[in-house]
Nanobody, 130 residues
Framework: QARLVESGGGLVQAGGSLRLSCTAS????????MGWFRQAPGKEREFVVA????????YFADSVKGRFTISRDNAKRTVYLQMNSLKSEDTAVYYC???????????????????????WGQGTQVTVSS
């Protein structure tokens, strides 16, 4: 069973940048799309961005399009979320997850559907001060 660990969160001023990492242990993630989600206090967990198994395609939520980028290094079992031009509304706990609750072929492609993700990290806090 794979285990995911996020890191890189912290406190940053509006307009600043942060880079989050999500590293897997236990099993590789080569054949799975990976997603980043976030949850602000009092709100439901929401989709941020997903990347396909090879890193060649990604799907972004409208709220982060043009500001966030995602990449992955399968050899290092790590997915990265580069967040630029941060806003106060980006403040949340950020989670990475594996898209494992679909067929083997489907698991390679991106999706914003939270219920298709099975393994989750513990989250990392991102706080943007205005």
């Amino acid at each position: 069973q794979a285990r995911l660990v996020e890191s890189g969160g912290g406190l940053v001023q509006a307009g600043g940048s942060l880079r989050l990492s999500c590293t897997a242990s236990g099993r590789t993630l080569d054949n799975y799309a990976m997603g980043w989600f976030r949850q602000a206090p009092g709100k439901e967990r929401e989709f941020v961005v997903a990347i396909n198994w090879s890193g060649e395609s990604a799907y972004f939520a409208d709220s982060v399009k043009g500001r966030f980028t995602i990449s992955r290094d399968n050899a290092k079992r790590t997915v990265y979320l580069q967040m630029n031009s941060l806003k106060s509304e980006d403040t949340a706990v950020y989670y990475c997850a594996r898209r494992g609750l679909v067929t083997t072929n489907q698991a390679m492609g991106v999706s914003p559907k939270i219920y298709e993700y099975d393994i989750w990290g513990q989250g990392t806090q991102v706080t943007v001060s205005s």
